[in-house]
């Protein structure tokens, strides 16, 4: 029986003025959760497109049970028993579950090529079944949560008798509640026989899962560790060549006058009774679970929503905010969770996109000043060290942490007082998230209000001066940065009760 059920040997990629994996190494036992991290632009997305068969190597060796093999399409590595899930679901999210599970190997009659929708619906039944899924078959994809889609993607898997599992950071877009029942899934799969390459950028994804971990740097192979084998220092070390001294580089801050005032806040079915205040120079964490209702209140502060009840109020003056134009206008700026969608111009050059808001600004009679709009786009981007061979590359060929920094540059071109961070560093590296903490801190400093949107605990207290908590759309606790805790701010975000959550934060 062969060592490893895959092992790439060597495997280099070249694209047009980029090296994306150069001599790289990896080796998959039967039956194991491997991790593999690395910063965003390690070469991590285009490992999977090798193994999936969207590219071919330019040199190197894939050998599958001790067989080397050629993955020409991805439709020879379904046939290979190779699969892939990734953070972003590719669904249709206007077909059913059953038809997402089974599109591209429909079951058909012989002869007629009539589809058998009765069997297709009992055999997805099944699968979801063995994933623990409560959901119908016949449901539409596109009412699912997140967390639901990539069950459906899973029993995807199943359905081709995939042996081999990519997971390409399955875990950023979930709950913790939502985290541990995919752990228990993949868990299973391995337990049932299936290999699993567990791609993430969170430690807990790692210790909760794997027995080993690979890391990649600049498109190398660093090495590969036993999971306890290896210090969270060393594999921080491994994956950005350096020692990142302070995750939360959080600096004091002068904390001065009210910026921001938010009165009785409500619209119906996603909020109420918000009230809260923003400082100059203050980080006011706002936290709670997914759904709490923390990206709808922000984005009615922002004019992306309207709001029914209540008032918002900047520097002592009441204001009404109807459109995002306003609020940029007024002075408060809005980084969307979803830098792709929301954020950027992808098929963009990065200059251009961090220039956008103020393009008027650039412009004379209808004219754009080339000149002055790339000194500022230049300026910018190496303000906030946006990594990129130049501001005239398009923002798609960008990591995700560096596309985070391009959204977070293109805010710095308008004249704001209040920076709204929904999420900033979902989805990105370890250096990354240092380095966005860093301009966070900066920008504090600077004298901007910040209002930061986070799931993330740690980084929720080891960056804010204050911590609002949020819960089924209502404000349950709040607390300075001396006084909070983990603990407390669970149990104000799990609170069923308001008056509970009030006497909590007494």
Known sequence: MADFVLELKGITKVFPGVKALDNVHFQLEQGEIHALMGENGAGKSTFIKIITG?????????????HRIEIRNPKDAQKLGIAAIYQHVTCYPDLSVTENIFIGHEKVQ??????LWKEMHEEAKKLLDQLGANFDPKVQMGALSVAQQQIVEIAKALSTNAKIIIMDEPTAALTKR????????????????ASI????????????????????RDSKYIGTWGVNEI?????IVAMVGREITQLFPKKKADIGEELLRVEGLG??????????????GEIL??????????????????GILDYERGSVHLEGRKVEIDHPQTAMKLGIGYLPEDRQKQGLVLNWEIGRNITLPVIEKLSNNGWLNDGKESEMAKNLSEKVQVKANSIFDHASLLSGGNQQKVVVAKLLTADLKVMILDEPTKGVDVGAKSAIHEIMSDLAC?????????????????????????????????????????????????????????????
């Open 54 to 66: 969207v590219y071919q190597p330019d040199e190197g060796e894939l050998y599958l049970n001790g």
């Open 178 to 193: 939502e985290s541990e029942e995919l752990y228990r899934i993949t868990e299973q799969l391995r337990d049932n026989g």
């Open 197 to 216: 390459i567990f791609i993430s950028h969170r430690f807990e994804d790692m210790y909760r899962l794997a027995g080993r971990v690979t890391v990649f």
């Open 231 to 235: 210090s969270n220092d060393d594999l």
């Open 110 to 115: 012989k002869g007629t090529n009539r589809i």
């Open 285 to 302: 964490g706002l936290t709670g679970l997914v759904g709490a209702g923390r990206t709808e209140v922000c984005q009615a502060i922002f």
């Open 267 to 280: 619209k119906t079915g996603y909020f109420e009774d918000i009230s809260f205040t923003l400082r100059k």
């Open 446 to 506: 600077q004298g901007y209000g910040v209002i930061m949107i986070s799931s993330e605990m740690p980084e929720v207290l080891g960056m804010c001066d204050r911590i609002a908590v949020m819960r089924e759309g209502r404000i349950t606790a709040t607390f300075e940065r001396s006084t909070a805790t983990q603990e407390a701010i669970l149990e104000a975000a799990m609170m069923r009760g308001h008056a509970e959550a009030e006497r909590a934060a007494i």
